[in-house]
Each structure stands twice: as C-alpha cells, then as structure tokens.
C-alpha cells in the first residue's frame, strides 16, 4: 500500500499511463449515478437526452421524498416522473433506482408509518418501472434511529425481493449509526459518501475528497475517521467486514469555494453558509482552473488539485479533476478491489458539451489509461 502511493505520488502519470489498456468491453465494475431531477431546469438544461448511458450501469433518480405518516411527495414542476430516461436506461442495459432521501426519524413515532410508506414504494416502484431502491438517510444519531434503519432496509428488502430489485444505501465514510454489518446481508451494495470533508461547517480550508491522508490536513470532524478514500476503505472492509464486491465509492462532481481562506488547509474565519458554497465543476471550476485570476495547485500526499486566488486576494476552491477522479476510481476498484463507484452528481460536470470527470470515472472503471488532460 505504501509503495502503491509513494510511486503515485511521485509520477502520477508515469503510473497511470502504464496500466493495461484493454479492449472495449462489458463494464466490469458499477458505475453508479446519482441523477437528480432538477438538473433537466438547470443551465444547460440536463436530462435523458443528454446522459450516456453507455458509460453507466446504475442510476439514481433522485427528487422524491417521504412524509411522516408513510405518504411520498412526488414533484410535479417540473414533474419527477421522466419515462425516457427508463426506456433509454433498459434500452442499454442500465438500472434505474428510485433515490429515497430524508430523515426517516418520524417513522419512529408514527403509528403504521413504516408499513405505510413501504406500500406506497411498492406501488410507485412497480408502476413505473425502477429496479429498484436507494435509501439516503444523513444522519441515524440514536439507538433507536438504527433500529429503524434496520426495519426500514429489512421492511424493503421483503418488499423488493432480491434478485428481482435491487436495494443499496448511501452511507458515510465513518459508518455511523447504520448497524452496518446488521443490514449487509439484506441490500445488494453500499455506497460510500467520500465527499464533504470540505464545507461551511468546518474552521479550515479543507480538502473535499482526500484520497489519501494529508497530515498536515487538520481533521474536519465531518469525515473523521473515514477521511480519505484509504481509510474509508479500511473502515468498511476491515471494522464492518462489508465484503470488497458490495462496496462503492463516492466521487464528487462538485467542490467548495471558500471566500475568505488563502491557503490549502488556511484558517477560515468566519466559516458558513455566506462565506463557503459548493460549485459544479462543469459551470464552475472548470473555468477558474488556470484562468480568471486563479492558478491550479497539486497536494502529493492526498493526490488531489486545489485552487487558489493569483492576485494575493482571499479564495481558495477544493475540488475533483479528471485526473483525481480518475485516481480515486482506479485506486478503488483495482488496487483496493472495491465493486464501483458513484457519483454526487451526474449532471454536475456538464459544461453543455463534455463531461470531463464522467469520462475519467468511465476509463478507470474499464481500467484503461488515462487519457484526460493533465494538470
């Protein structure tokens, strides 16, 4: 492991440009893509007729929530239900999930609310066509919380029988309170949130998505322990024995701006909402990288880029490039033997005509070289 990361660190290039090209092929790992429904109003506007759907497996179609007495909240401007993107997806081999985010505390406390909102599922799953289901609670905080974590992925695997549907959970780098090797048995895989180490909530100039530990880095609270791809890794293979095939890890698409930090790792005073905000690398980043008064600059040790401002001003930017992106799949999947990856989020990386992090997590998945631009 040692050795895999200091001849890394050293010649990011010379390494990647060396593995094995190989033919085009079924994909052999999971490329997973959170989609969200709002991006079809975004500028440019993203949606079925924009995804290619041959560089993914899975999607998740995110946009639907769920009330405390078990009722879903179904958007209707614009409307969630997109049937190009099933056909499109089935057409090419691709499951499409429906992404269930919220706080399922309330289940807790409401009479039939559990058996409620599996009823609904299954009527929406099935009259819709998705394969299946992933559940995003951030955060389960008590015992009682993991309690309903485990009837809420039991309740859904008996809903959504296995192999028929498929059932998986976004859960962060940690672990936390998921009773993670409880659930393991009943849902087909877990994706990993390897993302917001970096945010409003924290006193520093943190890095998003470390892939491996920086010492210098002070430790942002959000991602400890699990504050890097590494120990992620270890955490989820080693502490909860979460076998390597039903792993993915997460990629963002996005990073952070933070306004007031002039220095990777600089102090940030004051961090909030007003004073750090996340940006879409595509719309965004992509344009500051070395232009706009903003020069790009490499951590060695966690073997990710940052920004920061070339006029002595305030302005730092955390973020993922091609080349990281691609690092961090590659890494994953073939040296740690994980199952996949996914992203937060599909449309995030779009710029109206490419999508440079969708094409490196693509290369690394198929384990092919390298081929996007160098910083």
Same mark, same amino acid.
């Not at 429904?37 to 929530?65: C, D, E, M």
């Not at 919220?102 to 998705?130: H, K, M, P, R």
């Not at 485990?150 to 695997?157: E, I, K, S, V």
């Given at each position: 492991?040692?050795?895999?990361?200091?001849?890394?660190?050293?010649?990011?290039?010379?390494?990647?440009?060396?593995?094995?090209?190989?033919?085009?092929?079924?994909?052999?790992?999971?490329?997973?893509?959170?989609?969200?429904?709002?991006?079809?109003?975004?500028?440019?506007?993203?949606?079925?007729?924009?995804? =290619?759907?041959?560089?993914?497996?899975?999607?998740?179609?995110?946009?639907?929530?769920?009330?405390?007495?078990?009722?879903?909240?179904?958007?209707?401007?614009?409307?969630?239900? +997109?049937?190009?993107?099933?056909? %499109?997806?089935?057409?090419?081999?691709?499951?499409?999930?429906?992404?269930?985010?919220?706080?399922?505390?309330?289940?807790?406390?409401?009479?039939?609310?559990?058996?409620?909102?599996?009823?609904?599922?299954?009527?929406?799953?099935?009259?819709?066509?998705?394969?299946?289901?992933?559940?995003?609670?951030?955060?389960?905080?008590?015992?009682?919380?993991?309690?309903?974590?485990?009837?809420?992925?039991?309740?859904?695997?008996?809903?959504?029988?296995?192999?028929?549907?498929?059932?998986?959970?976004?859960? =962060? =780098?940690?672990?936390?309170?998921?009773?993670?090797?409880?659930?393991?048995?009943?849902?087909?895989?877990?994706?990993?949130?390897?993302?917001?180490?970096?945010?409003?909530?924290?006193?520093?100039?943190?890095?998003?998505?470390?892939?491996?530990?920086?010492? %210098?880095?002070?430790?942002?609270?959000?991602?400890?322990?699990?504050?890097?791809?590494?120990?992620?890794?270890?955490?989820?293979?080693?502490?909860?024995?979460?076998?390597?095939?039903?792993?993915?890890?997460?990629?963002?698409?996005?990073?952070?701006?933070?306004?007031?930090?002039?220095?990777?790792?600089?102090?940030?005073?004051?961090?909030?909402?007003?004073?750090?905000?996340?940006?879409?690398?595509?719309?965004?980043?992509?344009?500051?990288?070395?232009?706009?008064?903003?020069?790009?600059?490499?951590?060695? %040790?966690?073997?990710?880029?940052?920004?920061?401002?070339?006029?002595?001003?305030?302005?730092?930017?955390?973020?993922?490039?091609?080349?990281?992106?691609?690092?961090?799949?590659?890494?994953? +999947?073939?040296?740690?033997?994980?199952?996949?990856?996914?992203?937060?989020?599909?449309?995030?990386?779009?710029?109206?005509?490419?999508?440079?992090?969708?094409?490196?997590?693509?290369?690394?998945?198929?384990?092919?070289?390298?081929?996007?631009? %160098?910083?």
């Amino acid at each position: 492991m040692n050795r895999f990361r200091a001849a890394l660190g050293a010649c990011i290039w010379c390494g990647l440009a060396m593995l094995p090209a190989h033919a085009q092929q079924p994909m052999p790992k999971r490329l997973v893509a959170d989609y969200g429904y709002w991006s079809r109003t975004q500028t440019p506007p993203y949606s079925s007729a924009q995804i =290619p759907f041959g560089k993914l497996t899975h999607i998740n179609h995110a946009g639907v929530s769920f009330n405390a007495d078990g009722s879903l909240s179904v958007p209707s401007s614009p409307p969630f239900l +997109e049937p190009a993107l099933i056909i %499109k997806a089935h057409a090419a081999g691709v499951k499409v999930l429906l992404l269930l985010g919220g706080d399922f505390t309330g289940l807790e406390t409401t009479t039939g609310g559990l058996q409620t909102l599996l009823a609904n599922l299954q009527t929406f799953i099935t009259t819709n066509g998705y394969d299946g289901l992933d559940i995003d609670w951030e955060y389960p905080g008590s015992a009682a919380d993991t309690q309903m974590f485990y009837a809420l992925m039991t309740g859904l695997r008996h809903t959504f029988p296995s192999p028929t549907y498929l059932l998986s959970a976004d859960i =962060p =780098p940690w672990g936390g309170a998921y009773d993670i090797p409880g659930v393991e048995p009943v849902i087909d895989y877990i994706n990993v949130m390897m993302y917001d180490c970096a945010g409003p909530w924290t006193d520093d100039g943190q890095l998003n998505s470390p892939i491996f530990w920086d010492p %210098k880095d002070p430790q942002p609270w959000e991602c400890q322990p699990g504050g890097s791809v590494e120990q992620a890794a270890n955490i989820f293979l080693n502490d909860f024995n979460v076998p390597a095939s039903k792993i993915n890890m997460g990629t963002p698409f996005y990073g952070y701006l933070y306004t007031n930090v002039t220095e990777v790792f600089g102090p940030c005073v004051p961090c909030n909402g007003y004073t750090v905000g996340s940006e879409n690398y595509g719309t965004f980043i992509k344009q500051h990288i070395n232009q706009n008064g903003w020069t790009a600059h490499f951590d060695g %040790k966690a073997l990710v880029p940052y920004l920061l401002r070339s006029d002595g001003q305030p302005g730092y930017i955390t973020y993922d490039d091609p080349a990281s992106t691609y690092t961090r799949i590659w890494y994953s +999947e073939w040296q740690r033997g994980l199952g996949g990856g996914f992203m937060w989020s599909l449309d995030a990386d779009y710029d109206g005509h490419s999508q440079d992090l969708l094409d490196a997590m693509y290369q690394a998945t198929m384990n092919l070289p390298f081929t996007g631009p %160098k910083p």
